[in-house]
């Protein structure tokens, strides 16, 4: 499986945007890239997924550049509720044995008035 | 919809005793999980089943058993606990379908806090 990196933590305030990058040198070319997000005292809930380019949803953004060694999670106008564990995963098509991604340790955001 | 369930919430036991922890869903997914998460990191696998019946081990499986009987029920099993399996355990289930290209998104449960002393 694909080893990622991200920073362990970022400070940001209300209604800026935050940009968490992780990088992923060794992604395979059926590895699909997907973010998760994680509050204290709860599971993760999914975010967002892409394989390339950009893929938006109503909640944020990813920016994976053509050789698809990083990704970008773009968080627009956060909020206080957004303070939370962000993970990024890098994983293998299905081929009928399980979907083993692995979550790294993720970066905290902190989110202030 | 409930999603994924997790019981009990919160459990103190002392070393070497055994315990089972239970997880439910009520989406119909095929996939389910089973994560421990220690304080201060990420998580890490610890079993999964892509179907009734099937279970495979995944990154850290020494020490837990898992069966899976039905589509909605994914148990996981310590047999003889020890203070190293102190830990928040995660079950998620997915709807995996064959030749998709993609990972689909796992619904995650609220976790169970298991202390050892």
């Known amino acids: 499986l694909a080893k990622t990196t991200q920073p362990i933590s970022m400070d940001s305030y209300e209604g800026q945007e935050v940009n968490i990058t992780c990088s992923h040198n060794n992604i395979a070319t059926n590895d699909y890239i997907t973010w998760y997000q994680q509050f204290p005292s709860q599971g993760p809930r999914f975010i967002i997924q892409?394989?390339?380019t950009k893929v938006t949803n109503e909640v944020a953004s990813l920016f994976i550049p053509a050789d698809r060694k990083s990704s970008t999670l773009s968080l627009p106008r956060v909020s206080l509720s957004d303070t939370a564990v962000y993970y990024c995963l890098v994983g293998p098509i299905l081929t009928g044995g399980g979907n083993k991604l692995t979550f790294g340790t993720g970066t905290q955001l902190k989110v202030e008035l | 919809n409930a999603g994924v369930t997790q019981t009990p919430k919160f459990r103190i036991l002392k070393i070497g005793q055994s315990m089972t922890l239970q997880c439910t869903q009520d989406m119909n997914h095929n996939y389910m999980y089973w994560y421990r998460q220690d304080p201060g990191m990420g998580l890490k696998l610890i079993y999964y089943s892509v179907g009734a019946g099937i279970t495979d081990k995944g990154e850290v499986p020494n020490g837990y058993n898992v069966s899976r009987s039905t589509t909605e029920d994914f148990p996981l099993r310590l047999e003889l606990a020890a203070p190293s399996q102190t830990s928040v355990y995660f079950c998620?289930?997915?709807?995996?379908?064959?030749?998709?290209?993609?990972?689909?998104?796992?619904?995650f449960g609220d976790g169970t806090r298991l202390s050892i002393l």
């Open positions: 892409g394989y390339k």
């Open positions: 998620a289930s997915s709807y995996e379908q064959d030749r998709s290209p993609k990972n689909q998104p796992q619904h």
